[in-house]
């Protein structure tokens, strides 16, 4: 345990997890548990930041950590941020040694206000959405993690939590946070079926996105109606076809994907072959991991009270690293 690496990866409870969300992140979580001292949690003070009902909340964050388990994470590496309230003391600690410009820059925060079209959105934007990346940086370094799994889009948020780190380290005492690493791994890129153009999201709408849990005849219809192509002769493959035979590079048996590739080079693929292909291999990627689900749905009370103990474990370091933070800072602890 001592000489792997430590990484640290989050993800907020915004409902269902879809295909998007597993291939490009999920997944390679369970992966990297093989090689890596891994904590992973659901960081349900990062869903407060949009407006939410709290009963919905509270559910959301079960679902995700259910979720997770039934994609395979291990519930000892899994914690619920809420249980670990550390990491809000820490925010406010980090806060003061970041400065407002460099967190004016996020450009996540600035799309969202440009999305914004309201008069009165200064009004309307929290102090939350505004300095969460903070919190985040906290969530990294409360555990003292070495490399952070991410995506293009949470790329500047990391280069923060190292300047804040390197900021710390400075005014308070060398080298005490490890200045953390993106972990950049190979992952598929999948898109909307609906528009092959924009990577999957929820954001785009309902017939954008694969959910995983959802209703498997649904995941049919979705993948027959796909976008393919607009009929009209081309040099390079379609979007809307490429994106079928990534969804059958990650799901189907190989043989399936060599002939039809093989097919479409010949100039002779039936896209309605494709498209079975791709249901077959989605429906078999996902029913194992829905039956899962459904065996932990049915025996809740017991994988809440393991996520609970899990959290508690994990809060033991969080505790650990606070108390140093507090020590340097000139704090007191109780
Ligand atoms: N901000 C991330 C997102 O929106 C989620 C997140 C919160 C996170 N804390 C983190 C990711 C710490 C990596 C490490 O996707």
Not at 12 to 39: R, S
Not at 49 to 70: G, H, I
Not at 210 to 220: E, K, P, Q, S, V
């Amino acid at each position: 345990m001592k000489n792997k690496k430590k990484v640290l990866s989050a993800i907020q409870p915004t409902g269902d997890i879809h295909l998007g969300n597993y291939l490009g992140a999920v997944q390679n979580w369970v992966k990297l548990q093989e090689n890596y001292d891994c904590t992973f949690g659901v960081v349900d003070y990062h869903a407060m930041t949009a407006p939410y009902k709290p009963s919905q909340l509270r559910q959301n964050t079960w679902k995700m950590v259910f979720q997770l388990l039934a994609c395979g994470v291990k519930p000892e590496h899994l914690f619920i941020q809420s249980l670990i309230p550390e990491h809000t003391e820490l925010n406010w600690i980090l806060s003061c040694v970041t400065s407002y410009g460099e967190t004016s820059r996020m450009t996540q925060f600035k799309d969202k206000m440009e999305q914004l079209k309201d008069k009165n959105k200064e009004a309307l934007i929290s102090m939350g959405l505004f300095s969460y990346p903070v919190l985040q940086a906290a969530d990294i370094l409360i555990y003292k993690a070495d490399l952070v799994p991410v995506g293009k889009d949470q790329e500047q948020h990391l280069e923060l939590t190292r300047n804040i780190a390197a900021r710390f380290n400075y005014q308070f005492g060398k080298d005490f946070f490890p200045l953390p690493e993106p972990l950049f791994t190979e992952v598929p890129k999948v898109k909307s079926l609906a528009d092959p153009t924009k990577k999957m999201s929820k954001s785009l709408g309902e017939k954008h996105y694969i959910n995983m849990f959802g209703d498997l005849d649904r995941i049919r219809k979705q993948v027959r109606s796909a976008v393919t192509d607009t009929g009209e002769k081309t040099e390079s493959m379609s979007p809307g076809v490429e994106n079928l035979f990534t969804l059958l590079k990650v799901s189907g048996d190989s043989s399936t994907y060599e002939s039809l590739m093989n097919d479409y080079k010949q100039g002779q693929l039936k896209y309605s072959e494709l498209k079975n292909a791709v249901s077959e291999g989605l429906i078999e990627l996902i029913t194992p991991i829905k039956e899962r689900y459904e065996a932990i749905l049915s025996d809740k009370k017991q994988y809440k009270s393991i996520i609970k103990e899990a959290s508690a474990q994990i809060r033991k370091g969080a505790r650990q690293t606070l108390k140093e933070v507090k020590e340097l800072t000139g704090l007191l602890s109780p």
